[in-house]
C-alpha cells in the first residue's frame, strides 16, 4: 500500500519561511515524477512546482523565485522550500506523485492528506 505522508506546515508571519516535506511509503514501486499542489478556499487546486526523477523542475509564476522544490530518491522524499512568504499562500498543500505498482502493474497518481500553511501576522 503505497502512501504518501506531508509535514512541516502551520501558521507563519508575512516573510517567514517553512519547508514542506512528504514521504512516500510503502513498497514494490517506482517513483516518477513528483509535485506540491495548494488549495484556497473557494478556490481550485493549482500546481504549485514539479519535479522529476532527474531533477528538472518547473513553478507557477507567483511562487518563482521564492519558493524550492528539490527530492531525495533514495529517501523517496519530496520538499518544498517556501521563502519570502505571502498571506495570498495561505492554503491546504498537497503532495503528488506518478507511481507505478510493481503488484498491480499499474501506473498512477497519489495524493498526500494535505497540510495547512497560513500566513498571517
Known amino acids: 500500500q503505497v502512501q504518501l505522508v506531508e509535514s512541516g506546515g502551520g501558521l507563519v508571519q508575512p516573510g517567514g519561511s517553512l519547508r514542506l516535506s512528504c514521504e512516500v511509503s510503502?513498497?514494490?514501486?517506482?517513483?516518477?515524477?513528483m509535485g506540491w499542489y495548494r488549495q484556497a478556499p473557494g478556490k481550485q487546486r493549482e500546481l504549485v512546482a514539479g519535479?522529476?526523477?532527474?531533477?528538472?523542475?518547473n513553478y507557477a509564476d507567483s511562487v518563482k523565485g521564492r519558493f524550492t522544490i528539490s527530492r531525495d530518491n533514495a529517501k523517496k522524499t519530496v520538499f518544498l522550500q517556501m521563502s519570502s512568504l505571502k498571506p495570498e499562500d495561505t492554503a491546504v498543500y498537497y503532495c503528488?506523485?506518478?507511481?507505478?505498482?510493481?503488484?498491480?502493474?499499474?501506473?498512477?497518481?497519489?495524493w498526500g492528506q494535505g497540510t495547512q500553511v497560513t500566513v498571517s501576522s
Open positions: 503528488n506523485a506518478d507511481i507505478f505498482s510493481r503488484t498491480t502493474l499499474r501506473r498512477a497518481n497519489y
Open positions: 510503502g513498497s514494490s514501486f517506482n517513483l516518477y515524477g
Open positions: 519535479i522529476t526523477v532527474a531533477g528538472s523542475t
